[in-house]
């Protein structure tokens, strides 16, 4: 079957991945665990679960993002011979763990969450069953990579949702910690609901579209600024975005913008895709101000496009203020997450099998309550009211439960057990989020293409409440246990803190 454009593309930036070697992109620890686990004989099969414990930037969820490029760094997992050299070059690792590792291939199973779903904390994004060794090697890239894409479409989400439909256009790229680091942020970005982005290989890489206008410079290069702007209208007729503030926005700007579009119009050229950019001066004022311009001069199809240090606050009090600005381009604060520079994505050992292939629940404790585990092979429900559609909770459970939905459905806290809902049967339908990725070493998952992802992340965002998606106080939904899970942990604390009193 021939490939299409975007994923013939995608198979490019995958094969410079690849060139680039990632199976060393861990810790040096996983590595003498590795060790450690081989010199004493340890195959045991494990679980160990992907989570995040708190929402970036005060968010009321997330959007999981970083599959795919888990999916392939999987697949293509395997020590060079460069590799085995270098680690021989640390004295630290016996050769025939060396040489183990010469043709060390994953073999485990993968669960997660699909690109682009609405997630909360504390539920598995990711769930590995595999050999202690082979779980325990990929925990860093796994975060590395999940940890990031989520935070950046998060933020994007939060962008978008800020600006009320209009276009947000990411265009961070200078700013972004890195090549890879811009390149899978535009891509995170577009995938939490940009329109695209202004990173040229991003739009390459993964078939999304590229925007842009020009800068000051080109302006400035020319002997006035009208001339500039004629130059670039006849050259970009059909994306003609004029940066007007240059020099004085409304007096110099806007009137020399209008001139050329009012000449393009004489001439017989059709309109589209036009309009004036601004990136400095108080924007609420200046836009209100260049739209009544605009229309006064008959162009009331011109767009009118912001950047300047925006994120989802400044956008959102804009638009309290009656700004007329219909598209934003957010740059700095978006490909950084400038408030919230990190996902806080964690892995944890859930369960260990015994010799009758059973999983014996793990525990981690801590003295923060909200570091405590949740132990077990683990599934996640969620919960949606039948008649909007909206998501009423999630449910965490264990991976052999069931449920009914004709039944009524009993919710509690987990850790004030006392709230409690009931929703009656019939009123609600589940769904089950994780699905399967690898199974015993082999893919059995196909990544969709990002704007496939973009537009299922859309109707994820739509199964959101209002008050779940405000930036203040917003609220919560809520990941409650099972009653069959909860009793399962509460017996796992009790046998620990027996034990602990016996030693």
């Known amino acids: 079957m ?12 995958r094969k410079h991945m690849r060139s680039q070697n990632l199976t060393l992109l861990t810790d040096l620890y996983e590595i003498t665990m590795m060790q450690g686990y081989f010199k004493t004989g340890n195959k045991d099969i494990v679980i160990f679960d992907a989570f995040y414990r708190m929402n970036p930037s005060g968010s009321g969820y997330s959007i999981a993002c970083g599959l795919d490029q888990v999916v392939d760094y999987i697949k293509n997992l395997q020590f060079t011979t ?27 199973s993968i669960y997660a969450i699909p690109e682009g779903t609405v997630v909360f904390p504390r539920e598995p994004l990711l ?14 890239a796994i975060l590395n990579m999940i940890n990031h894409q989520s935070l950046i479409a998060t933020k994007a989400a939060r962008v978008c949702y ?8 990411e265009f961070g790229l200078r700013r972004a910690q890195g090549p890879d680091s811009g390149i899978l942020g535009a891509r995170a970005a577009v995938i939490g609901g940009c329109r695209g982005t202004s990173n040229v290989l991003a739009g390459q890489t993964f078939n999304i579209p590229v925007l842009g206008t020009h800068a000051h410079s080109w302006i400035m290069s020319f002997p006035d600024e009208y001339t500039a702007f004629k130059t670039y209208a006849e050259l970009y007729p059909d994306a003609c975005t004029l940066l007007v503030d240059t020099y004085d926005t409304l007096k110099s700007g806007l009137p020399n913008a209008i001139r050329v579009f009012r000449e393009m119009r004489e001439s017989g050229r059709e309109l589209k895709n036009y309009g004036i950019r601004m990136d400095s001066g108080d924007l609420a004022y200046l836009s209100k101000k260049a739209r009544r311009m605009l229309d006064d001069a008959g162009f009331t199809d ?22 007329k600005i219909t598209s934003w381009g957010v740059g700095t604060s978006l490909i950084t997450s400038k408030d919230w ?11 260990i099998q015994d010799e ?12 923060n309550t909200e570091k405590v585990t949740n132990p077990g092979d683990k599934e996640i429900y969620r919960i949606y009211d039948k008649a909007s559609g909206k998501i009423r909770a999630d449910l965490i459970c264990l991976a052999d439960e069931s449920f009914d939905e004709s039944q009524d459905m009993v919710l509690f806290d987990p850790n004030e057990t006392w709230k409690r809902t009931r929703i009656p049967g019939g009123t609600y339908t589940m769904r089950r989020l994780l699905v399967p990725v690898f199974d015993e070493g082999k893919c059995v998952y196909t990544s969709p293409t990002v704007l496939e992802i973009q537009k ?4 994820e965002k739509a199964t959101l409440w209002d008050e779940n998606m405000r930036f203040v106080n917003p609220a919560k939904v809520y990941v409650d246990l099972s009653d069959k899970l909860y009793h399962m942990k509460q017996k796992v604390l009790n046998e620990l803190s027996a034990a602990k009193y016996r030693a």
């Open 456 to 459: 299922y992340c859309t109707e």
């Open 341 to 351: 520079p990190a996902f806080g994505g964690v892995y944890k050992l859930a369960a």
């Open 302 to 323: 011109a767009v009118i496009s912001a950047s300047n240090d925006l994120d989802e606050y400044l956008i959102q009090d804009l638009k309290i203020q009656g700004a």
């Open 127 to 140: 769930k590995v069953i595999a050999p202690i060794m082979e779980a325990q090697l990929i925990e860093t």
């Open 2 to 13: 021939k490939l299409r454009t975007g994923e013939s593309r995608q198979h490019r930036f």
């Open 356 to 367: 009758d292939g059973q999983f014996v629940p793990k525990i981690k404790l801590s003295e």
């Open 162 to 169: 800020a600006a009320q439909g209009d276009g947000v256009m």
């Open 82 to 108: 460069d590799d085995i050299r270098y680690l021989e070059s640390l004295h630290m690792f016996d050769d025939d763990f060396l040489k183990y590792l010469s043709t060390f291939r994953f073999s485990g």
